[in-house]
């Protein structure tokens, strides 16, 4: 959102990319060239790859170095030329005709800032990752997020601080600590106070920041939930300031966001567009604020929301995905707590669409992650499987985020273990009522998810097969392959392998292969660079070593997450296909093997 217009970035299918579109007089259109494909990979999973300005858009191409397309004529003009580097969580500075830029290169980070005549300046370094600036209104001061190894932002960070001289080099850069550890993310401006979502309470909650003063930390007055999901991406933004000290702020509520408007000294509240599950991207522009909304019906929507009114228009996207066919509805389960040393867990529960006197088949979903979480949104894999008699559970297992930061970090040295327990609970759990049939679930789960599903697959007979896509099997070997961002991550979720050897061997898939009974289907992309092709290539070598029959589906061109139409497609098809064929009961076995 600039003064030059509101923009935002929109997925081409058949490409397999992000394209940029502008909100004109005559509603959405493609903006800059038909060519440029918009997308960052700093830390493997980008963010911030597009910031307006007064003049026109900053984006990162998909060779990752940074154009500024004009508003006036959408030329398309290359400001870097960093073929090393990666750049992210662009911000545009009006006040200097510039934009500033996480950059990535040679296995270090900087905030930097770029003319739009392509020169560079370093503005801070020496941390070793960055996110989320922010500038202040006026332009002098400057915030952000940076971290250190092994941490993950989810887990410690900190807020930092500089002002801005009127050359644009950064000065006086010092940090303001959390009153207790935390994890902060998302500072903000409103006018010269500066705000930011910290958890050092147990909650991703606003807290005010006197940085001028002794560093108080001031409470936003919100409730006690998470106000943010876990900054796996640059350039999120679930709070924003939109005048006269309103806000807009997005709440996770037993797995669903809310979005709420808060305005005076009694944070007087109102919830709207009640009609969607969850919000990303708050901006103001013209005093309209602007958001991604994702609703369980709908596709992905442009909102533009009336703070006075709290009236909602949909500027951009929001169709109907199937509109022959009711959409799959998602219903709020929770699982209660087994024992002193368990929690309840939340998910999301669909039927299936066709009508059957028997219990339905399940397939039971692991979000990746693990830290990360599944939210009652339109899911087209989902809707899929409901439309062919499947009943789909995705469920936000210990160590999720929007359930605070003891459930989040529950997960510290018990990955394979508690993440799998839930994930048995679940399943037992929907069986117990008769909403499924017990005999006949199946587990699934995308990276991480993945290796949540072969360890079940490992520890349990209950489950008839279960799916990996590019999902882990080796953590150790990954340890020394992955990228920077996570190169920590798994000795948190483990603990260091060199005081746990035992548990590192115990819950290594690639270890127990020969424990794996049930039929398994694998996918993986070749380009992978974050769960690396290796992983998915020495598993299904190790079961067909042990007699088993693995079946494997591999994508040359696909890196983390298929992006191409076919891609996905084609996963779904070959799953089906794998479901139907190991989920026959036994009479209708006989008669599909005949």
């Given at each position: 959102m600039s003064a030059a217009g509101v923009y935002w970035l929109q997925t081409d299918p058949e490409r397999g990319c992000m394209v940029l579109w502008q909100l004109s007089e005559q509603g959405p259109v493609r903006f800059g060239p038909d060519t440029l494909g918009v997308r960052s990979r700093v830390n493997g999973y980008g963010g911030g790859a597009l910031a307006a300005c007064s003049t026109g858009v900053f984006v990162v191409a998909e060779d990752q170095q940074i154009r500024h397309v004009s508003q006036k004529d959408g030329q398309c003009t290359q400001l870097t030329d960093d073929p090393d580097a990666m750049y992210g969580g662009l911000v545009a500075d009006d006040t200097r005709q510039r934009v500033l830029a996480v950059r990535e290169c040679n296995h270090r980070q900087q905030l930097v800032a770029i003319t739009l005549e392509g020169e560079q300046r370093v503005?801070?370094?020496?941390?070793?990752?960055?996110?989320?600036?922010?500038?202040?209104?006026?332009?002098?001061?400057?915030?952000w997020v940076s971290w250190q190894q092994p941490d993950m932002p989810w887990i410690r960070s900190q807020l930092w601080l500089g002002e801005v001289s009127d050359g644009g080099a950064l000065a006086d850069c010092?940090?303001?600590?959390?009153?207790?550890?935390?994890?902060?993310?998302q500072p903000v401006f409103d006018g010269d106070r500066l705000w930011v979502l910290s958890d050092h309470e147990g909650w991703w909650q606003p807290w005010q920041v006197d940085e001028r003063g002794e560093g108080d930390w001031r409470s936003g007055g919100a409730p006690a939930c998470d106000h943010a999901n876990a900054p796996w991406q640059l350039g999120e933004s679930h709070h924003c300031p939109i005048g006269d000290g309103r806000w807009a702020r997005v709440r996770y509520c037993n797995g669903t966001g809310q979005l709420w408007l808060i305005s005076g000294p009694d944070y007087k509240e109102r919830r709207v567009a009640t009609g969607y599950g969850d919000f990303r991207?708050?901006?103001?522009?013209?005093?309209?604020?602007?958001?991604?909304?994702?609703?369980?019906?709908?596709?992905?929507?442009?909102?533009?929301?009336?703070?006075?009114?709290?009236?909602?228009?949909?500027?951009?996207?929001?169709?109907?995905?199937?509109?022959?066919?009711?959409?799959?509805?998602?219903l709020d389960i929770e699982v209660p707590a087994q024992g002193p040393?368990?929690?309840?867990i939340q998910g999301f529960f669909y039927t299936p669409k066709q009508a059957s006197v028997d219990a339905p088949p399940l397939i039971l979903i692991a979000h990746g992650g693990p830290t990360s979480a599944a939210?009652?949104?339109?899911?087209?894999?989902?809707?899929?499987?409901?439309?062919?008699?499947?009943?789909?559970?995705?469920?936000?297992?210990?160590?999720?985020?929007?359930?605070?930061?003891?459930?989040?970090?529950?997960?510290?040295?018990?990955?394979g273990e508690i993440d799998v327990e839930?994930?048995?609970?679940?399943?037992d759990h929907l069986a117990s009522f008769g909403l499924v049939d017990g005999s006949r679930v199946f587990i699934q789960g995308r990276s991480s998810g993945g290796y949540t599903a072969l360890m079940a697959m490992i520890r349990s007979r209950r489950f008839r097969a279960g799916a990996s896509l590019f999902g882990v099997t080796d953590p150790l070997r990954l340890r020394a392959m992955t990228h920077r961002f996570e190169s920590g991550y798994l000795d948190w979720l483990l603990g260091p392998p060199h005081e746990h050897p035992r548990r590192w061997h115990e819950r290594t898939p690639l270890h127990h292969a020969n424990r794996i009974a049930a039929p398994m289907i694998f996918f993986q992309g070749g380009q992978d660079p974050v769960v690396v092709p290796e992983q998915t290539r020495a598993m299904v070598a190790a079961m067909k070593a042990a007699g088993g029959a693995p079946e494997l589906h591999w994508f040359d061109e696909e890196g983390h997450g298929f992006r191409k139409r076919a891609s996905q497609v084609g996963m779904l098809e070959w799953t089906f296909s794998f479901y139907r064929r190991h989920?026959?009961?036994?009479?209708?076995?006989?008669?599909?093997?005949?």
């Open positions: 503005l801070h370094s020496g941390q070793d990752f960055y996110s989320a600036p922010a500038l202040s209104d006026d332009g002098t001061r400057l915030a010092h940090s303001l600590n959390s009153p207790l550890q935390a994890s902060v993310q991207h708050l901006r103001v522009a013209e005093g309209t604020l602007y958001c991604v909304a994702r609703s369980a019906t709908r596709l992905d929507a442009i909102l533009a929301i009336e703070p006075v009114t709290g009236h909602e228009r949909i500027v951009a996207g929001g169709g109907d995905p199937m509109p022959e066919v009711r959409a799959a509805l998602p040393d368990s929690d309840p939210y009652p949104v339109f899911n087209p894999h989902v809707h899929y499987w409901c439309q062919r008699g499947f009943a789909v559970a995705e469920i936000n297992y210990r160590g999720s985020t929007g359930f605070g930061r003891a459930f989040r970090l529950a997960l510290e040295g018990r990955w839930d994930m048995e609970r679940a399943a989920g026959q009961k036994a009479d209708e076995q006989a008669g599909y093997l005949s």
